[in-house]
């Protein structure tokens, strides 16, 4: 049972608030039984692929099916096991007595979201991470799900789906015998595909940069509510890509710091790589919350320097017309003795002295400077 937000302040537009759900973390129902698997009624089928490789080559299968996993275990040979999809609970418990997964392990792996962390399972460990993949429209990103399970001489990566990921790259460097990939194990394996998934958090960031600054730019030049949402919809997108990485940062810290016979001391050091790189990028994820937040505060001391401004105009034209109001309201009471109401030229001598007032009133404001902002002022 996903755990639902908090009602956002009605400030918010629909399209934020179609956003709320970006990254919630998955949690079960009180007194639901340790292991058992949640499957969504709309997850991707599972799809088993494998590359097999050793220093001398590397063999793709595709389509591979639980009970033919079993048989690249034992070998010498490093085997990447690639799921795509969640929606088999049959093949699921295959796949865990094959392999031999802990029920709960599964439970992690099928129960999506979960938070990142690192589990030891003795001759098994259990890593869950958050990829980010941008929008074609660079208007978002989606947030899925990665899980590791890496033993001996192989490793098991499970994704929510197939469509998309970032592993394009080591999949090349496997095929092509490209970097030394293929002379190392299943623990460099496990840093190679970690540290892609770290590096996809900065295009996304960079296409945050550039809204940020557009947002910027709007903020400074015409202000108006569409800004305010923008503002929060990109609040909300900084704090989902926090939450993804934090954890993630806690649970490398702890493989580096405790350490783990599945992972070479060699290995280690490429770890300690990617930590400085979540390091780098948290940082950039503080300081673009600082900038969202300081364009908040600008916005509303532009909106309200806008509300000066209209005020200052009504009050200008307030201030002009009180003293032709009372004017036309004294010689309006038509009481007989009114000397005024007999003369000839009274209707014109009353005309010219509320002009007269008129202009002197707007000579006053423009000499002490209040007309000086409201030629610049756009009211919409």
């Given amino acids: 049972m996903k755990k639902k937000p908090a009602i956002y302040h009605n400030v918010l537009s629909q399209k934020i608030a179609e956003e709320r759900d970006l990254f919630n973390y998955n ?29 001398l080559n590397a063999s793709p299968v ?5 009970e033919a996993c079993g048989q690249y275990l034992d070998t010498e040979s490093v085997s990447w096991f690639d799921i795509a999809g969640l929606g088999n609970e049959v093949k699921w418990l295959a796949l865990a007595d094959i392999f031999g997964l802990h029920p709960l392990l599964l439970e992690d792996i099928v ?21 980010v993949i941008p929008k074609t429209n660079k208007k978002g990103f989606w947030i899925e799900q990665v899980s590791f399970v890496l033993g001996k001489n192989y490793l098991l990566t499970v994704q929510e789906e197939s469509e998309r990921d970032c592993f394009e790259n080591v999949r090349d460097r496997l095929t ?26 900065y295009p996304v960031l960079e296409v945050c940069e550039d809204r940020i600054e557009e947002i910027e730019e709007k903020v400074l030049n015409n202000p ?32 580096i710091r405790d350490g783990h016979p599945l992972i070479s001391s060699d290995v280690q050091i490429y770890l300690r ?7 780098e990028i948290i940082d950039m994820i503080e300081i673009y919350r600082e900038l969202v937040a300081s364009l908040l505060e600008m916005y509303v001391s532009a909106m309200g320097n806008k509300m000066n401004e209209i005020m200052k105009i009504l009050t200008v034209i307030s201030a002009i017309f009180i003293p032709l109001t009372f004017i036309a309201g004294v010689y309006g009471m038509n009481f007989e003795n009114m000397p005024e109401l007999k003369w000839y030229y009274g209707y014109f001598i009353c005309l010219a002295c509320m002009l007269g007032i008129a202009i002197a009133l707007i000579y006053s404001f423009w000499r002490n400077g209040w007309f000086k902002n409201i030629s610049n002022l756009e009211v919409k």
């Avoid at 595709?62 to 639980?66: A, G, M, Q």
């Avoid at 990142?116 to 958050?130: A, G, M, N, P, R």
């Fill in 62 to 66: 595709l389509n591979l099916t639980p």
């Fill in 273 to 279: 790589d990617c930590y400085d790189h979540i390091v």
């Fill in 176 to 201: 092509k015998n490209q970097g030394i990939i293929r002379q190392r194990g299943a623990d460099y394996l496990f840093y190679s595909l970690w540290d892609a998934i770290i590096d996809g958090y």
């Fill in 224 to 255: 108006d509510r569409s800004i305010l949402n923008q503002i929060y919809r990109i609040k909300r997108q900084l704090l989902a890509l926090r939450r993804a990485l934090w954890p993630q940062r806690n649970a490398l810290n702890t493989i």
């Fill in 27 to 55: 949690y079960s129902s009180p007194g639901t039984i340790p292991g058992t698997l949640t499957i969504e009624p709309d997850a991707k089928p599972v799809d088993i692929n494998l590359i097999d490789y050793n220093h």
């Fill in 111 to 131: 129960n999506v979201p979960q938070r990142s962390k690192f589990e030891d399972y003795d001759k098994q460990i259990l890593v869950i991470t958050q990829m």
